[in-house]
């Protein structure tokens, strides 16, 4: 009797204390839900929708993610060294991002960069806006473009399969999955130029200049019309 009297105690005395403890995790999660505070130092936050999607990364540049589709995290093949913000849409699919960075290297050439994109259903930016400075080229732009309706999924398989093909092969690849997987173009570029030219160039589905407004370093205006291959058809300057 006395030990069975002993484990009922030892029941309900564990009994009691996991009560407790649960109860003392609830109510820290819940007091955590209107909590403010004055600095929160972190390397990266994600934040996700109830049901645990992820929507927005927020991450230093040691944590920055991976390209997201559909909630799984691929390698990025242009991965920068930088920190920024990743948008996802109500898939977890990536669908732009804000990212910056800037330092002078050792052999004192500075590198400086931001980058503001969104970017097409399942494909990749159809806007962007980038300023940046590479040693002395300084430039700073607006660009439109369009993407095909072929899923980039697609591409990051093909990705996956022609970087493990010799250097020399590989553009020859990539030449050749474009030739089906059609429809991307810049079509419209506004910007300085590394030159201090100011510009805007309007394009054809081709991404091909046809419209050109410049005015140079110098100051000068001129206005081009160009054919599909490139070849200025008029051009209109302004009188000296």
Known sequence: MRLFSD?????????VLTSVFAVTVLCGFAALRSQSFDQLTVHRINFVEPDGTPRLIISDRAEFPGMFM??????????????????MNDEASEMGGLIWAGLKDQGGKIQNHGHLSFDQYEQDQI???????EDQDRFSAIRIGERGDYPIQQAIDASSE???????????????FFTTHTG???????????DKSASLRIKDEQGHDRIIIRVDARGKPVIQFLDEGGKVSKEIRAEN
């Open 70 to 87: 559909r909630g799984k995290e691929y390698p990025r093949p242009d991965r920068r060294d930088v920190a920024g913000l990743l948008f």
């Open 127 to 133: 806007f962007a806006i980038d300023s940046g400075r």
């Open 162 to 176: 022609i970087n493990k093909l010799p250097k020399d092969r590989q553009a020859a690849e990539w030449k050749k």
């Open 7 to 15: 484990q009922r105690c030892l029941a309900i005395y564990s009994g």
């Open 184 to 194: 991307d173009a810049n079509r419209i570029y506004l910007g300085r130029s590394p």
